[in-house]
Structures are given as C-alpha cells and as structure tokens.
C-alpha cells in the first residue's frame, strides 16, 4: 500500500503541511528531552527527580485502610486501632469540619524507613527574612523537604558556611494539597492518638484551603483547625481525657507562639538600631536571644505544663529555628478569636476562615482583623453561619 503522503491523491500542499507537523513534533520531542536530561544534570532537577521517584513509590505501596484493617495476619492488633482511629477522625474531619477529603488518607503506604522527609529552613544571622526555595505550581516556601538525609544534611553545612542559621527536623507527613490522593504513612501511623487525629485533620485542611503565596497563614490556620477539630472529634466521641489535654497543649501552644512573636519583634528592634551587614548587628541579635532564652526557661517554661522543660533547653534559638516556628504558630489566638465569636464551632470557623482568606488572599491574617474589628469580643454571630462583615 502507498503511503499516504506519497500517493498522487494527496494534494502537494497537504503533504507539505503533513511533513512540516511530523517535523515540528519530532523536534518538539527531541527539545523536551534534551530539557528533560539538562534537568537531571542540574541540583534542582535532580531533586525534582528524587522527590517524583520517592512519591511514585509511596503512590505504588498504597493499599485501602480496610483491606489493611481486615488482614489479621499482616496488621497487629496495635496498628488495626490506630487505622479506625483515622478511619473515623477523617470521616468526621469530613461529615462534621466539612473539610475537603477526596481520596486522601483512604490507603495505607508501609515505608521502608522511620523518617519519612528532613525539612531544612534557613535565614541570614543579620536579617528576619527566610530563606525560601521555588517550586512548580505551589510557588516559593521557607522551607525545603529531603528525602535524603545525607542531602539536607550537607546543604545544611554549606549554609551555615555562607552565613545562615540552619534548622533541620523530621516531618512524619506531608500534603500534596489535592494533586495526589494522600495515603497515610507508617511514619504517622506511630503518632500517638492524640497527634494521629490532629494530624489527619491538620493535612485536610491543606486539601480544603491553600493560599498561594501565604505559607504562614496556611500552616497556622491548619495548625488551628487541626487542634480544634481533634478537640471536637475526641468530645464526640466521649474522650474527655483526651479533650482536656488537647486543650491544656493548645493554650501552651498559643503561649509559645506569642512567645515566638515576641522574640522576632525583639530582634528586628536590635536590627534596626545597627547597620545591615555589620558585626555589630549580629552581636546585638546574638545578646537579645541570650535574654529571651532566660526569659522563656524562667518566665514561660513554669506556665507551659504539656512542655518538659529539657525540650525548652535544646531548642536552637536563632533565626532560622524562630522564623520556622513561627510558620506553624503566627496569631493563633486570632484563629481562637473567631472561633470564640462563632460560638465554638469549628466547622463555621473553618467556613469563615476560608471565605476571608480567598477574598483577600494578599492579606488574609488582615482579613482576620478586620473581621474582629467589626464584630466586638463578647458578640456571638448567630446561626452557626459564615457571616461577612456587618
């Protein structure tokens, strides 16, 4: 048979326009795999790689919770509670929070180590501004995940050597903000129950809100309903226990975290009284984290009961640790605020929240106030509603 471009049936034009396409998608193809390889070549593509093949194998090990649930012989008895534990925070975080699930936290992915990534957040030692690493679609984060270790490790190093504060800690899970339906991990899956609901409904909340642009507020909002909603959960569910030392940490955590407010603000004062890029400057940094360490064992550690105070001894005050804490821990008593004029309901906080935070997504921790401003402490907003501004 005659091939199609050959045969006298098809008008010369036609063939020059099927053989310009044919040679247009050849060099397509051939451009996007020298691309491909010029990627693999460099630091940044090379991590891309890694961290596509590490999702693709966490992807390929899921099994439904149920199926994992049901398998006696593989599943102790242990892992069997702490799988219906997620089972049902989910389901609530869903049913009753009106959280965004998808399929997310459904399977189950044994890894093969303890630590699932080591995050790495850095800062210069004579400024308050993080580091921040670019990524596609998401935007820019102050913080990086590794899956390998050794890698967090060493780029830590070299940091410190050109002059930054370097943070390194283990995370037991991630969100991938809806693009993959999430497994639980095993690295989770050995939290107590207690950080188990709270994380699950903490990573949910990624799935129903992600403002581009604004990790801090989303982190802290997910800290918030991640707490709250675990409040809520183990209440329904009877676990007064559990409800009272849930709510014992969350009050900790809001201490530290304006405790955290109060340090940056301490240090940006002795910032601004010496020039950039002086020794001085970093020497005056360095005296007002000597203070506000004596300050947090002896004036906050006493106030903080869920806290050991040989936790507090080991932090690494400086500006990396503290621009990372404060991702996690930004106004949180403003969150509580709301939550406290909605009538205590996490589910028309979530809602409210939400709704600000997309109509004003440049400024969303502004929204915040504003909204306070205008409905009065003491004033409960009706209705169990989202409710705008009066």
Known sequence: MA???????????????????????????????????????????????????????????????????????????????????????????????????????????????????????????????PFTWWFPVVGRFPYKGFFDHAQAVRIAASMREAGYDTYVRPASAFS?????????????????????AGTVIHELTHNTLFVRGQVTFNESFASFVGTRGAIAFFRARGQLRAVRQLEAEWRDEKLLGSFWGATLSAIDSAYATHPADSAARVAARDTVFERMRRRLLDEVAP??????????????????????RRVYAADLWVFDAVHERLGGSVQASVALLSRLAREQPADPFGALYRWLDEHPSGAVVSGGTTPGPS
Request: aromatic share 6%; hydrophobic share 45%; glycine share 4%.
């Open 3 to 129: 091939d199609e471009l050959t045969s006298p049936a098809v008008p010369r034009h036609r063939r020059r326009l099927r053989l310009a396409g044919r040679f247009v998608a050849r060099l397509l193809a051939s451009l996007l795999a020298a691309v491909a390889l010029l990627a693999l070549v460099t630091p940044d593509g090379r991590y891309v790689a890694r961290a596509a093949w590490e999702e693709g194998k966490i992807l390929a090990r899921r099994r439904p919770i149920a199926a994992v649930i049901a398998d006696s012989a593989g599943t102790s008895p242990a892992e069997r509670r702490s799988l219906q534990l997620v089972v049902d925070a989910r389901r609530f975080a869903l049913d009753s929070l009106q959280l965004t699930g998808g399929e997310s936290f459904t399977t189950y992915s044994r890894l093969e180590r303890d630590t699932l990534v080591l995050l790495l957040s850095a800062a210069r030692r004579d400024t308050l501004a």
């Open 176 to 196: 991938t903000l809806g693009w993959f339906n999430d497994p639980l991990l095993s690295t989770t899956l050995r939290l107590d129950s207690l950080d188990l």
């Open 303 to 324: 106030r903080l009961p869920t806290v050991p105070r040989a936790r507090l001894e080991r932090l690494p005050l400086d500006n990396a640790f503290l621009l990372a």
